[in-house]
């Protein structure tokens, strides 16, 4: 689950992190209150679920309250790689001197997590990476012992920070690191992280993303997902257990598990279609969420053919073909449909099928050159 | 011959009274294997399966009645670290995780925990381990496969089943098949399974399944050129998947945008690994 910058912020305040004054508006109007409250300049920042926003022109330096309601006015109706602006950050402006790169995330090769800095922050710091590897300070943690104060220290030293400030960092660190622990976060970035003109350290823009198989244990966190910001049908798949991705294909994909979903998807490429979906139904699900699933994806109007692909191991085939039938009877598409049951009473599975009218398919490549057929008409 | 489970394996299940540990430790027990006790905390002292299967307080206690060497567990993902680091305690060698949804932060103190101790974990979110009409840990189906000597490692579920399934087909079986799981973080890796395949007499040659994401094919191929003396078939799931939504930078300065799966393609046939372009493809590429 990825948190907004604000959100981010705000979780990074209750750990001691300096952050500059400010907050979210929804509407111009509010916008230019939030102005007058901070006085003198203000940043105006978009508030959407991806990267690239000051690149897109979503972020604008305002130099008093009538300039933030009329640069706000125009960032709420833009729209940023495809997403809306539904709300703006109004952040008091800082004079800055220097910009940092400071984050913690999961570094899976290593199996710890890794604190990465480096003195060249700001939007280019992938370019950084990629080019001068040497400016980026990678630091892995031991995730049984925790941060180091050392390790801050050293972070410190390599990315040439004035030893005066070294104290505030190191405090920096600690909450970074205690707040990425306390979230179950896989990702939580500092980026700029500056030294302002009278050197002080500020927390400038803030990222998270928290692992969604740790919610359970964070239900504020999860309260605050922003919804508006999903495809409405991943929305409803998450609500019953589903794991959907849209996509912009006509061939509606319904499968178990997450490698054969992609395999199949892989496959009715290869065959010359597009998948308009990834779709996990996951394992042991019952006639109920393959129904939910069938609803998902049908209601999707690009999609031409759906390619049903289970191969029972706990999951059950005859259970899939019920729910096959309810949502058939719900929603009655009139879109092709080719099934392919293997495994777990899938001989049970297909008798139920037989009157449903859907074309049948033994191997995978069969079903897959079956649906990309059946969605050319 | 076969790697990691086999005839002699003395199992024990985490979770035996929960729903899916009961149904898949009945599965496991019509299959053959040799399932000695089960490990519910609170309900000590009760019998499974008609009375042929005692549960235990804790892994300790059963380990010690039963001389149990493997164990598997299908409890929640929010239990799942606990029971890991308690068969690890206990010092059972050998540790299959099922359960999905483990938290990664968790899954980081288990490895880094569990390195230091001289046991092997395989998962989590795994199908398990089958070693045809020896033994069956887990949850893959056990009349989809065939003895023979093909060695099949692979890093999803219902697709190592597909796979399985298709050299059924032609008559083609599997030595032991290891499922190492999805996840992020895990305990066994392509490499520790490549190179018991290598030194197994049972083994001819190998299937590997991988998918999109991290580096560990990469390594995998790395380690086949240089170490690997028998034929390694390959199938990578996700090459029509879009690159992932992501939002900050970590990820791309640490991956350094590896992890396609037209890199771990690339990456395999320059070490001599035949990639399939469908798993059903997988057997003949075998012959």
Known sequence: MKLHEYQSKTIFAKYGIPIPKGRVAATAEEAKHIAEELGGRVVIKSQVLVGGRGKAGGVRVAKNADEAEQFAQQILTMRIKDLPVRKVLVDEAAAIDHEIYFAITNDRAAKKPVMIASAAGGVDIEEVAATTPEKIVKVHIDPLLGLRDYQARDIAAS??????????????????????????????????????????????????????????????????????????????????????????????????????????????????????????????????????????????????????????????????????????????????????????????????????????????ADAAQKAVAAAKG | ??????????????????????????????????????????????????????????????????????TVIFVPARFAPDAMFEAADAGIPLIVCITEGVPVQDMMRVRNYLDQKKVRLVGPNCPGMLTPNESKVGIIPGNIAIGGNVGVVSRSGTLTYEVLYALKQVNMGASTCVGIGGDPVNGTNFIDVLEMFEHDPGTEKVVLIGEIGGTDEDKAAE???????????????????????????????????????????????????????????IPSLLN
């Not at chain 1, 892989?266 to 979906?277: M, R, S, T, W, Y």
Request: hydrophobic share 45%; aromatic share 4%.
């Open chain 2, 223 to 281: 380690y086949i050129s240089v170490k690997m003396t028998k034929p390694v078939v390959s199938f990578i799931a996700g090459s029509s998947a879009p690159p992932g939504k992501r939002m900050g930078h970590a990820g791309a300065i640490i991956e350094g945008g590896a992890g396609s799966a037209a890199d771990k393609v690339k990456a395999l046939e320059a070490a001599g690994v035949k990639v399939a372009k469908h798993p059903e493809e």
């Open chain 1, 159 to 364: 990315i040439d920070l004035p030893r005066e400030l070294w104290r505030d960092f190191g405090k920096i660190a600690a909450g970074l690191w205690q707040a990425y622990l306390d979230t179950d976060a896989s990702l939580a970035e500092i980026n700029p992280l500056v030294i302002t003109k009278d050197k002080r350290l500020i927390a400038l823009d803030g990222k998270m993303m928290i692992d969604d198989n740790a919610l359970f244990r964070h239900s504020k966190l999860a309260e605050i997902r922003d919804i508006d910001e999903e495809v409405p049908a991943e929305t409803e798949a998450r609500r019953y257990g589903l794991s959907f991705i849209k996509l912009d294909g006509n061939i509606g994909c319904m499968v178990n598990g997450a490698g054969l979903a992609m395999t199949s998807m892989d496959i009715v490429k290869l065959f010359g279609g597009e998948p308009a979906n990834f779709l996990d139904i996951g394992g042991g699900a019952g006639a109920d969420k393959v129904a939910a699933a069938m609803r998902i994806i049908i209601s999707d109007a690009n999609v031409q053919a759906v390619l049903i692909n289970i191969f029972g191991g706990i999951t059950r085939c005859d259970e899939v073909a019920r729910g096959i039938l309810t949502a058939m009877d719900e929603v009655k598409p009139k879109v092709p449909m080719v099934v392919r049951l293997v495994g777990t009473n899938a001989e049970e599975g297909r008798r139920l099928l037989e009157n449903a009218k859907m074309i049948t398919a033994e191997t995978l």
């Open chain 2, 1 to 70: 011959m076969s790697i990691l489970i086999n005839k002699n394996t003395r199992l024990l299940v985490q979770g035996i009274t929960g729903n899916e540990g009961l149904f898949h430790t009945t599965q496991m027990v019509s299959y053959g294997t040799n399932v000695v006790a089960g490990v519910t905390p609170g309900k000590g002292g009760e019998w499974v399966l008609e009375g042929k299967i005692p549960v235990f307080d804790s892994v300790k206690l059963a380990a010690d009645a039963t001389g149990a060497n493997c």
